[in-house]
Nanobody
Framework: QVRLVESGGGLVHPGGSLNLSCTAS????????FGWYRQAPGKERELVAT???????NYGESVKGRFTISRNNAERTVYLQMNMLRPEDTAIYYC??????????WGQGTQVTVSS
């Protein structure tokens, strides 16, 4: 059974930083792609960043230049370093991984609130 566990969310002032973590189990980590998505109240879930098994990265337009996704295969963990946070970054952030057979796995989410 695939399990994704996020951590690192919290309350931060505008301009501040947070580093989210997603630890995965139940899948072949080294060969898997991962992603971070977010969902704000009243809005649809949107792409934040993805990273494939070769380290190829893709970012959503609204976070380019501020967020950095990375992975540590030895730790089975994917990170999202978020800098220069804005109030509009407030959302629940979810870790995502595609699974065998065309399925998908999601974490439980971690709340990020950017407010003064």
């Amino acid at each position: 059974q695939v399990r994704l566990v996020e951590s690192g969310g919290g309350l931060v002032h505008p301009g501040g930083s947070l580093n989210l973590s997603c630890t995965a189990s139940g899948l072949f980590f080294t060969g898997n792609a991962f992603g971070w998505y977010r969902q704000a109240p009243g809005k649809e879930r949107e792409l934040v960043a993805t990273i494939n098994y070769r380290g190829v990265i893709n970012y959503g337009e609204s976070v380019k230049g501020r967020f950095t996704i990375s992975r540590n295969n030895a730790e089975r963990t994917v990170y999202l370093q978020m800098n220069m946070l804005r109030p509009e970054d407030t959302a629940i952030y979810y870790c995502y991984a595609p699974t065998t057979g065309g399925g998908s796995a999601w974490g439980q989410g971690t709340q990020v609130t950017v407010s003064s």
